[in-house]
């Protein structure tokens, strides 16, 4: 009796097994979900621009597009670098990736490496989508020129992030911030600039921009200029009013916010909000972009000049029901991204409670710029910060 | 033939002469050449690598002692140097001074000892980085830790600041790498034949002197043998004192951050090999004075 139960309870679960490991799984959870998935043929989409939260935002839409598209659509997380290498030694024949997700450095590598992509807009029957892009995102990316060979699928964007229960009236500039640092003195909060992430960096170049500092100077002219020590010790008198120490990682930044410690700090808003909507900051988090500006960046998606005929036309289906309205308005309203496509007049009103508007932003997006000045407050931003 | 190489085997006992066994060398050799394989290329050809890019300059060419020099000579790098040791030798004295009491206790099979020994385990079976923003969350000023000891320490007027502190750093460090210690005096107290006990209390010793002469040196290789584990994780840990140690960083975090932030590997480089002969030096000396037999030892 005691075999024939044992027996039993192995049959089920190879049995359970056999049915997660069937035809229809993939190991990235991205496989279609619906019985007509992959009727229609398969295509391999990299993601080499999206974090955690993207990559379970994918798990969560992509077996949406699979059964609507019937394309099984197996998705592959992982770095720009690794894909390019990939790529490069693929070059000539045809590649084993159909659509591909990439940050503007890495595209920018790429297309410096003679990869190519297809021009999208010559297919634009395929990807009616295509249309609601700016035309001169299509032709490039932060002063990258692309020829139409990517297109925006979403743009990042950094805020100012506060927790509004504790400051109902956040500061609208850097200066009004520094003026009235002490009424949240030990409060404000920051990753430390030589952490992994380069989000504390990336808010001290956004103050010394704000402090009037011209990124647009090579590091030495820079380094003599007035506006850079007199921004930097700015900036260290500032960092005074921090919450001390400096979070050595977003996550730990995210606790300091939840356990009350910080209120306010720069950093990303889509993972910022989003890590908000996953319970680990304080629901009243809302964000705010200040005048001076502050980091904006983005991802292209792009599909592969070597990738077969038959994948090509698989992933233009992809691509376009990426850049439809109802995923796009999704990225919106739960990864805190900017859309790619200009119909913000679909998002519900509700969301522009906690960020500001496209239009309210756009003219404030300022990318990576000036690497050598970025890697010099990497490596000595901590001096300034309080470490 | 696999009869005879089964036969030089079980005749190849300790003392056997190669003299003796003409192929009993190549046996040995044979045997050696997966072990000494794996090692020259998973640890020594790694470690030749890394020195290999700290004497070397940044522009690829010629040899040289640079980083060294900066190390040495840097209070900053020997103050970082100093923390990474205090750590680890006090978790290591923590953990023996809980694993001995912890470990008697255990093995008069008290009502619930089952549940204390899957408990001591549990630390083993949550990945590091987790734990740390546990223990953070845990011991925060709004934590439930926290709450707790600030009202039950009669000294303590407020939350307690444990976090990004080195206090804070060694309950951390205790909490994951004191089972090691734990498990292996465990192990060892276990071991002891009660007769030997009972015989030196029959002999009228009392019950500290029993413990010092006879239960502490009989469990004192099971106790230095985890206590070494416990010293070489707390001194190579990382995810801890990156999440949760604030501005105290010791050399792991400051390796990552020069290695992986700074992409300045000759400098992580020349700080890892600091850090393993630190570390080499350490465990010589430990293992040296703690091999001699506890005082009042009947070995």
Known sequence: ?387 | MAVQFLRRLRSGGPGTSSARHPGGRAVTAALLVPAIAFLALFFFYPILITFGTSITPANGTGVTLEEYLTILSSPKDWGVIALTLGLAVGTTVISVLLAVPLALILRRRIRGHRALRLLVLAPLMILALVSALGLLILWDRNGWLNLLFSRLLPFSDGPLQIDYTIPGLLIFYTWLYSPFTILTTLSAVEGIDPNVEEAARVSGAAPWRVFRSVTLPLAWPGIRAGSVLTFLLAFGAFSVPLIAGGNHRPLPVLIYTEAAVFQNFERGSALAMVMAVVALAAIALYTRFSSKPVRGSAG
Request: net charge negative; with cysteine.
């Open chain 1, 1 to 387: 009796m005691r075999n024939l139960l044992v027996v039993c309870v192995v049959a089920a679960v190879v049995g359970a097994a056999c049915t997660t490991t069937g035809p229809g799984a993939s190991p990235a959870g991205a496989s279609p979900a619906g019985s007509a998935a992959g009727a229609g043929g398969s295509i391999t989409f990299a993601d080499t621009a999206g974090g955690a939260n993207f990559q379970k935002f994918f798990g969560s839409i992509l077996p949406q597009a699979s059964k609507d598209l019937g394309i099984e659509i197996k998705y592959v997380p992982g770095a720009g670098a690794e894909l390019q290498t990939r790529l490069e030694a693929q070059k000539g024949a045809e590649v084993d990736v159909d659509l591909i997700l990439l940050k503007p450095d890495v595209l920018g590598n790429m297309l410096k490496a003679g990869l190519a992509f297809e021009p999208l807009p010559d297919h634009a029957t395929q990807i009616p989508n295509l249309a609601f892009i700016e035309p001169n995102d299509l032709k490039e990316a932060f002063g990258l020129p692309t020829k139409g060979q990517a297109t925006p699928f979403f743009r990042d964007q950094f805020g100012l992030l506060f927790d509004s229960a504790k400051i109902p009236n956040p500061p609208t500039s850097w200066q009004e911030f520094f003026d009235r640092r002490a009424e949240w003195a030990g409060h404000i909060g920051m990753i430390r600039p030589d952490a992994k992430s380069g989000g504390g960096r990336l808010m001290l170049r956004d103050f010394l921009i704000g402090a009037g500092v011209d990124f647009k100077k090579p590091l030495p002219e820079l380094q003599a200029s007035a506006e850079w020590k007199a921004g930097l010790e700015k900036f260290r008198e500032f960092a005074k009013a921090m919450y001390q120490p400096l979070a050595s990682e977003p996550t730990v930044l995210f606790q300091q916010f939840k356990n009350g410690d910080v209120w306010i700090s720069e950093y990303a808003i889509d993972f910022t909000l989003w890590s908000r909507d996953q319970g680990l900051l304080p629901e009243t988090m809302k964000a705010a972009v200040f005048d001076s500006g502050m980091y904006g960046g983005a991802a292209y998606l792009a599909v592969p000049a070597n990738t077969p005929a038959a994948k090509k036309e698989l992933a233009y289906r992809v691509l376009d029901w990426l850049l439809s309205e109802q995923t796009q308005v999704r990225m919106q309203t739960e990864m805190w991204e900017y859309m790619a496509i200009n119909k913000f007049d679909a998002v519900p009103a509700k969301t522009w409670e906690t960020i500001p508007r496209w239009e309210d932003v756009q003219d404030k997006r300022i990318p990576l710029t000036n690497l050598d000045a970025f890697n010099w407050l990497k490596e000595n931003g901590m001096t300034y910060a309080g470490g």
